[in-house]
């Protein structure tokens, strides 16, 4: 076979994202391209994405990809790097519904178990936005932050003192 | 015009003898509208219920945009050509590899039905893609 697979000629500004799927359809004029069953999305330390369903939509004018709309137990690990010497940073998303919009690198997370972990802790909400470019994650209407206890370790915020005997004391017979 | 592309695989199949003969190492070119749309190159090509199918084997078609760019680069193993009124439809349950010239995305699978005609390509099983997305932070003006 002459084609040359996986070649390396994507566009070099483009991260090159290996989509996995059971079926595939795609529309070759308007450049859509829908996958369905078992979708897995990797970029090596980036981005990983598993869904039932995937679309991915073009800028009209271009031709580039302009969105990413995954459904169906939509669980997106994004990892961001840490601070100088410490470990990566991975942050996990779930919901029913992640729309990924490339003009504004945003993510959309929408449906009924909405949440996205952070070693931070965990924000749930119907409706939870993060920005790729900043870090930044926001929700809209009711939502609820679980901050992990570790955050709050040497902070000294909540050291006090206690009435519970000191360890060995006790009064004699 | 897609008659064009009928009358050279015809063209081609009779040349070689009856209608029913197997052709090797075949290549023709599709035109319409004065365009050239896809170059097509393969194996064996063996007529399937007349004129208008033809079971293929080492199939490659380049197929080009109205500026005259190169689009896509197709091969599979083994596919069936049928002749539209105005175009193609290839199929096959088995391998199927198509690379895009500006990179924009590379994929395969098993299992396909490619209509050239309403520019629709189905990949029924295993499929594998590399999609070109804009990097984080990158240039967005491109």
């Known amino acids: ?173 | 015009m897609v008659g064009l592309l009928g009358g050279l695989l015809a063209g081609i199949v009779l040349a070689q003898g009856p209608a029913t003969s197997v052709v090797r190492n075949w290549a023709f070119t599709l035109q319409k509208d004065g365009r050239t749309q896809g170059r097509f190159k393969g194996g064996v090509a063996t007529p399937v219920g007349g004129l208008r199918a033809f079971d293929v084997e080492d199939f490659h078609v380049d197929t080009f945009r109205a500026d005259g760019e190169l689009d896509l680069t197709a091969e599979s193993p083994a596919c069936r050509v049928y002749l539209t009124n105005d175009s193609f439809i290839v199929t096959s349950p088995g391998a199927l590899k198509v690379v895009q010239a500006e990179g924009r995305f590379e994929l395969s699978g098993e299992g396909f039905y490619w209509d050239q005609g309403a520019q629709r390509l189905v990949i029924s099983n295993r499929v594998k893609t590399l999609l070109a997305i804009p990097l984080p932070g990158g240039d967005r003006s491109k």
């Open chain 1, 1 to 173: 076979m002459a084609v040359g697979w996986m070649a390396g000629s994507l566009l070099a500004q483009d991260a090159r994202a290996p989509i996995e799927s059971d079926w595939a359809e795609m529309d070759l004029k308007g450049g859509a391209y829908h996958y369905v069953g078992n979708v897995r999305v990797n970029v090596p330390g980036l981005l990983k994405l598993t869904c039932g369903d995937l679309l991915a939509q073009p800028q009209k004018e271009n031709n580039r990809l302009e969105s990413l709309v995954a459904t169906t137990n939509v669980v997106i690990e994004i990892v961001r790097l840490g601070r100088p010497g410490a470990a990566p940073v991975v942050i996990r998303a779930y919901g029913d519904k992640a729309v990924y919009t490339a003009t504004n690198e945003v993510v959309t997370l929408s449906g009924g178990d909405t949440r996205v972990v952070a070693p931070q802790g965990t924000m749930r909400g119907t409706e939870v936005i993060y920005d790729v470019a900043t870090g930044r994650v926001r929700a809209t209407g009711h939502q609820v932050t679980e901050l992990n206890p570790e955050m709050f370790r040497t902070s000294g915020l909540f050291r006090r003192t206690t009435n519970a005997p000191a360890a060995g004391g006790g009064s004699k017979p």
